[in-house]
């Protein structure tokens, strides 16, 4: 499958099959596809748990939640707790001479020196504050994409959900104060048809992207959209017309109660 039909395709999967595991080695394999991905001064702060639902201990299985959608980690063979490892930074400076070892960084007859008395003061000035949320998450957000991109790859389905709970997580999973949680993945076999109902909705295009300028809307054109459409990026909007039986038929075979948002 082409790139552009893999992101047209690719979406929340929030009702995956309980009772299928996933294979330990297909988590790997995601965390694989993290770690190669890029990241400021290569610093490598992305980190995850997996907890596999049926083997973990009880009490880690528990200690993994959200108020929000909580079925869906209920539900899920496997969730991941990704996060973010603050003391990542403190090796920034070994990380910045590896690169220039490795022909990444800097060329011509003392680059090194230049990395020692030039770059390295830079970012030695602005350390602590790299700590703080920022530029660290949206690196973590590229591994945790490239995870997800492996995951719809392998047959799997996923969904980011956000937690109030992340502090006590991080004290129940037994992670230093120096971790920062950013989001639990659900993983598992889709319990639902992959379109899953067709494409969420965007806002529009000229509202986001600007040209040469704040307020200047990049002009969007119908050819290039034209094109993804026959690329398959863009599928069918949704509700596809069969949308609402499907959710019925979903809580009741994984016996849902409520309304599916808490
Ligand atoms: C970082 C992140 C956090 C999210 N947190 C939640 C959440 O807490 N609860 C939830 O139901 N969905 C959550 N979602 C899923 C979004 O609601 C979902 O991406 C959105 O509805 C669009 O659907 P799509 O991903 O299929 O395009 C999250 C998604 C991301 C990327």
Avoid at 76 to 98: K, N, Y
Avoid at 111 to 139: H, M, R, W, Y
Avoid at 189 to 201: F, I, N, T, V
Wanted: hydrophobic share 40%.
């Amino acid at each position: 499958m082409e790139l552009r039909e893999v992101m047209g395709r690719r979406r929340s999967i929030r009702f995956l099959n309980p009772n299928k595991p996933v294979e330990p080695e297909k988590i790997q394999m995601m965390f694989e596809a993290s770690r190669i991905a890029s990241h400021w001064g290569n610093v490598q702060s992305l980190r995850g748990i997996a907890v596999f639902r049926d083997a973990a201990p009880k009490e880690v299985v528990d200690s993994v939640t959200s108020p929000i959608a909580g079925y869906q980690i209920r539900l899920a063979p496997v969730s991941i707790v990704w996060f973010l490892e603050t003391a990542a930074v403190d090796g920034q400076a070994d990380r910045l001479r590896e690169l220039c070892k490795v022909g990444a960084l800097g060329y011509g007859e003392g680059k090194e020196k230049a990395i020692e008395e030039q770059l390295l003061p830079i970012f030695k000035n602005i350390l602590e504050s790299t700590k703080a949320p920022g530029l660290g998450e949206v690196d973590c957000g590229q591994g945790i994409a490239q995870a997800t991109l492996m995951a719809f790859d392998l047959g799997l389905g996923t969904c980011c959900l956000g937690t109030p709970h992340a502090e006590q997580i991080r004290q129940n999973l037994g992670m230093p104060e120096s971790c920062r949680i950013l989001l639990i993945q659900t993983v598992g076999y889709p319990a639902e048809s992959p379109e899953a109902g067709g494409q969420r909705p965007r806002l529009p295009f000229e509202e986001l992207f600007h040209i040469n300028g704040y307020g200047h809307a990049f002009p969007r054109s119908q050819e290039v959209v034209d094109q993804l459409t026959r690329d398959e990026m863009f599928q069918a909007p949704a509700p596809l017309p069969w949308r609402e039986a499907e959710l019925e038929y979903l809580q009741k075979a994984l016996d849902l109660k409520g309304n599916g948002l808490l």
